[in-house]
């Protein structure tokens, strides 16, 4: 019997190994890109982009605008 229990833990055991590796080289990937940036000491505009912050109170404004457009149209659609 341990014979065939066996096959399903080697491939959750290789599962495992797979999900730390990938892991350890997305934090590679990140301390690389991190490094550079502290040796060029800016952004490009690109990466600006990609890593901009918005404040919570616009995006709850924005929210808050599209929710009262929206009652206005349905208030005529009676």
Known sequence: MSAKNARPIKKIIEVKARKKYEAAQKLVK?????????????????????????????????RATKRIVKNAKGSNCK
Not at 36 to 62: F, H, Q, S, T, W
Request: hydrophobic letters at 30%; glycine letters at 6%; a positive charge.
């Open 30 to 62: 990140i301390q690389k890109r991190t490094d550079a940036i502290n040796e060029i000491g800016y952004l490009g505009e690109r990466e600006v982009d990609r890593y901009k912050v918005v404040d919570p109170r616009m995006k709850k404004e924005l």
